[in-house]
């Protein structure tokens, strides 16, 4: 990956906060709000914009009356995150 490559999922800081917390699992919606301290509305529209790109998937379930949206990376976004971190890697260690 290059520079002029990077993805529009890690454009975004809530987006690539969230990538990278779900790199250590799966995580619910409201995990997700607590850790990056984002709007549950926020949330849920970037939620949405990972998901279009196929980055996540969603698994919604009802716990009693309370609905309850999990979150996983897909294979694609977990490959495309370490991809960009390997790139990052790169520059900070001054290769070209």
């Known amino acids: 990956m290059e520079l002029h490559e990077i993805p529009a999922a890690f454009q975004s800081r809530l987006r690539l906060a969230v990538v ?29 914009f990972l998901e279009q790109d196929g980055f996540v998937t969603c698994r919604r379930e009802l716990l009693g009356r309370r609905p309850r949206s999990t979150y996983r990376l897909t294979e694609t976004g977990r490959e495309t995150f370490l991809a960009y971190v390997r790139m990052l890697e790169k520059i900070a260690g001054g290769e070209t």
């Open 20 to 48: 990278a917390a779900l790199m250590t699992g799966p995580k619910d919606f409201t995990t997700l709000t607590k850790m990056t301290e984002a709007t549950p509305g926020n949330l849920g529209k970037q939620m949405e």
